[in-house]
């Protein structure tokens, strides 16, 4: 059974860092590109970020270009985001989910990260 | 970006056909590839994939669902309803970078 399980999401200031982890297990992890998806508070779907099977191609959305990072271990079958320079706009659910041709087949719980003073 | 539009609501009854309508701000078809798909979301739970590529069941997912359509316009479709299909439907476009999404339609019981 496939299983993404985000952790990671937290109350931070504005302008401040976090990094959120994505545990997958029940498929072979290095074959899939990952993408994080996040949805804020009573809204839609919003994709942040893409990466590739060996990490070594990324593509972000123009508002978190340069201040998130997508990243992969495929030692250890995890996905993370490196977040920096957060703003009240960022405040979502964060999703983990597998992307296949450019549809997003699996999706974790999601982990809430809230940008706040 | 490829702007998705979706109708907010739909209203329908247990055991008749729904229709949800997704427009995109232009064609996100390549050659045979129509490259829209569809998800179903429920209150505090994550996306699931209904559709791949317009008109690819997902699995697990069943026959009742289907879609339709291409260029710039797509169609999902449950036939018949029933009462776990009471969600939020969102569309998605992969044929260009950033992937969009739909605002979502509420399917809600007549």
């Known amino acids: 059974e496939v299983q993404l399980v985000e952790s990671g999401g937290v109350l931070v200031q504005p302008g401040r860092s976090m990094k959120l982890s994505c545990a997958a297990s029940?498929?072979?992890?290095?074959?899939?590109?990952m993408a994080w998806v996040r949805q804020a508070p009573t809204k839609g779907l919003e994709w942040v970020a893409t990466?590739?099977?060996?990490?070594?191609?990324?593509y972000y959305r123009d508002s978190v270009k340069g201040r998130f990072t997508i990243s992969r271990d495929n030692a250890k079958s995890t996905l993370y985001l490196q977040m920096d320079s957060l703003r009240s706009e960022d405040t979502a659910t964060y999703y983990c989910?597998?992307?296949?041709?450019?549809?997003?087949?699996?999706w974790g719980q999601g982990t809430l990260v809230t940008v706040s003073s | 970006d490829i702007v998705l539009t979706q109708s907010p609501a739909l209203a329908v009854s247990l055991g008749q056909r729904a229709t949800i309508s997704c427009r995109a701000s232009?064609?996100?078809?390549?050659?045979?590839?129509?490259?829209m798909h569809w998800y179903q979301q429920k209150p505090g739970q994550q996306p699931k994939l209904l559709i791949y590529r317009a008109s690819n069941l997902a699995s697990g997912i069943p026959a009742r669902f289907s879609g339709s359509g291409s260029g710039t316009d797509f169609t999902l479709t449950i036939n018949p309803v029933q009462a776990d299909d009471i969600a939020t439907y969102y569309c998605q476009q992969s044929r260009e970078s950033p992937h969009t999404f739909g605002a979502g339609t509420k399917l809600e019981l007549k």
């Open positions: 990466i590739s099977t060996s990490g070594g191609s990324t």
């Open positions: 232009q064609s996100v078809s390549i050659s045979r590839y129509n490259l």
């Open positions: 989910t597998t992307e296949d041709y450019g549809s997003f087949a699996y």
């Open positions: 029940g498929f072979t992890f290095s074959s899939f590109p």
